[in-house]
């Protein structure tokens, strides 16, 4: 295992395009994040899922941006009439579930990312 | 809400030199708390991490200790070099459903030979 990939990992498009990018996580791990990160800013969260089911968006997350992981494996996020706001660092991350009733925090790994450039 | 405030950046440094990198946080919860880096060209990494009140969360000769009182989580390193060059975030998460992380801004540190 290679760890969580990111494809693209750019993508340039015009403004009021769609475009779609794809996380495959660590095979293991039944949880799977996306955050946004724009220039000089940490990472914001988006959305998460456990196995295929999407437990929680952020406000963040528009009516334009959707996420899908339909299998419980890879997830896609896409977003429909871009704007130049959507410009950013999209991350993936992924994490095994905690013991419930636990305190334990599993790791989140992250991918590289695919870099949003709308023109 | 959630919120980790980091010292502004940028910093750079001489190798060898030690290093501080003020870090605090508001958590409505019992928050675990992280540093996380990210290499040039590389994703994010987990640096060190501590889950409850005066543990010291140690990797690579970084160090953090969780203060509860000062509500902080200072980085510091006695030597550093020049490949520890990164952007440097702090980051918190309450234990709970979705353990998502709440994200500082990050700083840059860079070490010259």
């Known amino acids: 295992d290679t760890g969580v990939s990111q494809n693209p990992r750019h993508k340039i498009t015009k403004r009021g395009q769609n475009v779609t990018f794809r996380c495959d996580p660590i095979s293991e791990h039944n949880r799977l994040y996306w955050y946004r990160q724009t220039l000089g800013q940490g990472p914001e969260f988006l959305t998460y899922f456990q196995n295929e089911a999407q437990l929680e968006k952020s406000r963040l997350l528009s009516d334009r941006f959707s996420a899908e992981r339909p299998k419980g494996s890879f997830s896609t996020l896409e977003i429909q009439r871009t704007e130049q706001g959507d410009s950013a660092m999209y991350l993936c991350?992924?994490?095994?579930?905690?013991?419930?009733?636990?305190?334990?925090?599993?790791?989140?790994?992250f991918g590289p990312g695919t870099r949003l450039t709308v023109l | 809400g959630n919120s980790v405030t980091q010292m502004e950046g940028p910093v750079t440094l001489s190798e060898e030199a030690f290093l501080t990198i003020n870090c605090t946080y508001t958590?409505?919860?019992?928050?675990?708390l992280f540093w996380y880096v990210q290499y040039p060209g590389e994703g994010l990494q987990l640096l060190l991490k501590?889950?409850?009140?005066?543990d010291k969360g140690s990797n690579k000769g970084f160090e953090a200790t969780y203060r509860k009182e000062t509500t902080s989580f200072h980085l510091e390193k006695g030597s550093v070099q020049v490949s520890d060059s990164a952007v440097y975030f702090c980051?918190?998460?309450?234990?709970?459903?979705?353990?998502?992380?709440?994200f500082g801004k990050g700083i840059t540190l860079s070490v010259r030979p």
């Open positions: 958590a409505t919860g019992y928050p675990s």
């Open positions: 991350a992924s994490s095994l579930v905690p013991l419930a009733g636990s305190r334990s925090y599993n790791e989140q790994f």
């Open positions: 980051a918190l998460s309450v234990s709970g459903a979705n353990s998502k992380l709440t």
């Open positions: 501590a889950t409850k009140a005066d």
